[in-house]
């Protein structure tokens, strides 16, 4: 999945920081804050949801600067999982380049990016 993720995001101007363990993260982002971070929803002892909820309340509490986040979820139910934890994005895995890189642009851009092909039918 990195390499995948990796193939769609790398460019000149882009420099990729991977981290496997979702306890890493935090120290990555206040040695110096990212323009975005891509979780997976499992990553190794910290998943994904707690991973962004750490985030998040080190934000509110002004400790670090708040970062976009991006969550890469294995099911539609797990959306629920990143609404809880503020994810400005998230997309359901099987990825694609398409999605995968509109959700890039859009979260770098300041904006959010909600899996279309996973969007609630109205009834």
Known sequence: ????????????????????????????????????VILDLQIGNMGGMAVCLDLRLEEGAGRLPHVPVL??????????????????????KPLDPIRLGKAFRALLAGGTYHDEAFKPQPV
């Open 71 to 92: 969550m890469l979820l294995d099911r539609r139910a797990d959306v629920f999982l990143a609404r809880r934890s503020d994810a400005e994005g998230w997309l359901v």
């Open 1 to 36: 999945m990195r390499e995948e993720v990796r193939s769609v995001i790398v460019a000149p101007d882009v420099t990729v920081e991977e981290i496997s363990r979702g306890a890493e993260v935090r120290k990555a982002v206040e040695e110096q804050p990212p323009d975005l």
